[in-house]
């Protein structure tokens, strides 16, 4: 079983940054960070496998950064540029797979979620 937590949500003002992070308890392949808005689906941010290969959705691209550090089984999401469209809870998500996903139903495990509240 991975347990993953989540860190680093917050208040900031439109146009400021964050940087979430997740730590996993064991090694995982293929993680992602999706997001959820009140009375929305949980929507798909951005993934990235164990070589670090990764896709992003079309709203943050060019705005946010994923990263990991496979040593310290850890991943991030640098957001910048951020938008009051960008708040949402943010959760971190592992998948045993290789292979990149977007479907949040292929994930296995998840974390508890760190609120991202961007006020304009």
């Known amino acids: 079983q991975v347990q993953l937590v989540e860190s680093g949500g917050g208040l900031v003002q439109a146009g400021g940054s964050l940087r979430l992070s997740c730590a996993a308890s064991?090694?995982?392949?293929?993680m992602g960070w999706f997001r959820q808005a009140p009375g929305q689906e949980r929507e798909p941010v951005a993934v990235?496998?164990?070589?670090?290969?990764?896709t992003y959705a079309e709203s943050v691209k060019g705005r946010f950064t994923i990263s990991r550090d496979n040593a310290k089984s850890t991943m991030y999401l640098q957001m910048n540029s951020l938008k009051p469209e960008d708040t949402a809870v943010y959760y971190c998500?592992?998948?045993?797979?290789?292979?990149?996903?977007?479907?949040?139903?292929?994930?296995?495990?998840w974390g508890q979620g760190t609120q991202v509240t961007v006020s304009s």
């Open positions: 998500a592992a998948a045993k797979l290789l292979r990149l996903t977007i479907r949040p139903d292929e994930y296995d495990y």
């Open positions: 064991l090694r995982t392949y293929t």
């Open positions: 990235i496998n164990y070589n670090g290969y990764n």
